[in-house]
């Protein structure tokens, strides 16, 4: 606990957000690069070709992801300058997550019973909702709203607690959640359920607010991407090379060692490289919740159209096109969708607010306050 008595006791002075928006515009693709590769990844192993390690290399590279929208939404939260009463904050978060999660789970319970699975007798939807993740990407409203319900309990870290104590506790989360992920997979001991999958992710969420206003020196910024490479690198060769029957499976989760190290170096550089200008991505962001709840629909069935790729430049393909690809229908149907106001709502835009909004940027460290600066942003990340 030594370094963190090196640590002050005040905030670092407020700095824009207007970088976070077209931060999770890029790391939404990289979300879809994920979900289009875990088949290939897993199918693929046993040969260990060129084909795998061309994809293991991709999806070990877009791990950050899911992560650093965790820190986002913390970062924005957490804020104590929204200063929303617990009442008022969690009536805004039914319309933003509990609508979509009630909604996307059905639909999502009725596409894996009728077309992924319609033999599988053995699936239960009831028990896969109850384990918190009832399909590939939907795990994430349910830790966001778990998240959520602690949010105003948390915000008391950021208005009455010193900033070493925001360290120490987002680490002790943090460190918390490393733990029970590396005993759960490697031990195959307990399970995250309903009840309990955001627990591990909260070091994340705490962390969002604590780095948010961390501005990189240009030594830093070398530190950073060193650590980025560096953390990719070591995930791309333990999922390889590691131990076990299966080893890809521990190195590719959210809170083992590379992806924390790569997370939170991803963060630190998308708040120095993209904090002005990036129009097209701004423009993008609204609808990249609707790409989240949309692209599996989309490409699981495309994939089984084509197969399996087991080459090189198939790989490549599954990895950068069709990402894009998949990401661009979506977008184009959710521009459609928030249009309609019955149908708003399971887009997360069913109160008041402005999809459209883009925060203005603010020039860092432009005054000596303690809270940070209100944004337009929303703390729900695609």
Request: hydrophobic content about 50%.
């Amino acid at each position: 606990m030594a370094p963190l008595d090196r640590i002050g006791s005040e905030n670092l002075p407020p700095t824009s957000t207007a970088w976070m928006n077209p931060a999770r515009a890029i790391a939404i693709v990289a979300v879809v690069t994920i979900h289009s590769l875990g088949t290939v990844v897993e199918e693929n192993y046993a040969g260990m070709g060129p084909d795998w390690w061309v994809a293991n290399g991709f999806d070990s590279a877009a791990r950050w992801s899911v992560p650093v929208f965790i820190m986002i939404s913390g970062a924005l939260a957490l804020d104590p300058a929204r200063g929303n009463k617990p009442r008022k904050f969690l009536s805004k978060r039914v319309w933003r997550i509990g609508i979509p999660l009630v909604f996307w789970t059905a639909v999502y319970v009725v596409f894996r019973r009728f077309y992924l699975l319609p033999t599988d007798d053995g699936w239960n939807p009831g028990i896969a909702i109850l384990t918190g993740s009832p399909f590939v990407q939907l795990y994430f409203l349910y830790v966001l709203a778990g998240l959520t319900l602690l949010t105003p309990f948390f915000r008391l870290l950021s208005v009455h607690g010193s900033r070493r104590l925001q360290w120490g506790t987002g680490l002790i989360f943090l460190g918390i959640g490393m733990l029970d992920q590396w005993v759960s997979i490697v031990f195959d001991v307990g399970e995250a359920n309903i009840a309990t999958r955001f627990l591990p992710m909260a070091g994340f969420y705490i962390l969002g607010w604590v780095l948010r206003d961390v501005v990189l020196s240009p030594r830093g910024v070398v530190l950073a991407w060193l650590a980025l490479a560096g953390a990719i690198a070591m995930t791309i060769v333990w999922a390889g090379l590691g131990p076990g029957e299966k080893p890809w499976i521990f190195p590719y989760e959210y809170l083992s060692p590379g992806v924390v190290i790569a997370s939170l170096a991803a963060y630190l550089l998308l708040h120095h490289h993209m904090n002005t200008g990036f129009r097209l991505l701004h423009w993008f962001y609204p609808y990249s919740f609707g790409v989240f709840l949309l692209h599996p629909l989309l490409l699981y069935p495309l994939r089984n159209e084509m197969g399996l790729p087991t080459t090189v430049p198939g790989v490549i393909l599954h990895a950068i096109v069709m990402p894009i690809v998949y990401t661009i229908i979506c977008a184009a149907i959710t521009w459609l969708a928030v249009k309609i106001p019955g149908v708003r709502a399971v887009f997360g835009e069913g109160g008041p607010r402005n999809p459209h909004a883009k925060p203005k940027p603010r020039v860092p460290r432009a005054r000596k306050s303690t809270s940070a600066p209100k944004t337009d942003t929303d703390t729900t990340s695609a």
